[in-house]
């Protein structure tokens, strides 16, 4: 079981402090903080800067699928800022930002349901950083299996973080590494399912997209992610491009 953080405690704010935290809660300062350092990547929304999530986030209405409004445009844009895979920061919590915020609580230890409440608004204030295993030249791919999730590492750094679900005990995705042996860009019926722009690393292994990515694994046996998330990385990684899988 995946360790949950406890609630950030802050020490009083100053007059300024607060003032700043007053203008993000209502959406007229935009959050920035160390995680935005990492250089644009290709089919990924990015910002210029982002500061960290100040005391006011903490006190916002709870977000879920479905929410609107400014303080969904703050939180789409912490989660870009720390490389989450959000899509368009357009003030809409829709699929993609849902599947960020979830493969945000994993990273972070927190419960995996997509809403955004006072744990989560404190951890974004003070998140984990991850960082990749491996460095390459370039991009590379990996998936960590323990926390359900898909780092697009390049140079050594995490430059996008996807929401993923890999294989159930019954059927486990390989460990190894590997290299994206062939591609297609499709869909392709497989025997168990349809995979979409799969990615294959390992005989029929392939990491894809799929309409349903649950918080826990449930493929038979590759990596899936989101559709739009695949959409997203497709231009980036090629044949060739390194894959780690591991626990």
Not at 184 to 195: A, F, K, M, T, Y
Not at 231 to 245: A, D, E, F, K, Q
């Amino acid at each position: 079981m995946l360790p949950v953080r406890p609630p950030t405690t802050h020490h009083p704010a100053s007059r300024a402090a607060l003032g700043m935290a007053l203008l993000v809660a209502a959406g007229l300062a935009v959050p920035v903080g160390p995680a935005s350092a990492a250089a644009p990547v290709t089919g990924a929304t990015t910002v210029t800067s982002a500061a960290p999530v100040t005391l006011a986030a903490a006190s916002q209405s709870v977000l879920r699928q479905g929410s609107k409004g400014t303080a969904v445009t703050t939180l789409q844009r912490r989660l870009t800022a720390l490389h989450y895979d959000v899509g368009t920061v357009d003030g809409d919590f829709g699929p993609s930002t849902f599947h960020a915020v979830v493969a945000f609580q994993k990273v972070n230890g927190l419960t995996r349901d997509g809403i955004v409440g006072p744990r989560t608004w404190s951890a974004l204030d003070r998140p984990v950083v991850p960082k990749p295993k491996y460095t390459h030249p370039g991009y590379s791919v990996e998936a960590n299996l323990t926390k359900q999730v898909l780092y697009l590492a390049k140079n050594g750094t995490v430059v996008r973080v996807l929401d993923a679900s890999s294989g159930k005990a019954s059927t486990p995705t390989p460990t190894g590494n590997y290299t994206v042996q062939r591609r297609i860009d499709g869909w392709r019926q497989s025997d168990l399912g349809l995979l979409w722009r799969p990615n294959y690393f390992y005989n029929g292994y392939a990491v894809h997209g799929a309409t349903s990515v649950p918080a826990y694994p449930a493929s038979h046996g590759c990596v899936r992610v989101p559709i739009p998330a695949m959409n997203r990385l497709w231009s980036t990684i090629r044949v060739g491009t390194p894959v780690h899988i591991y626990r």
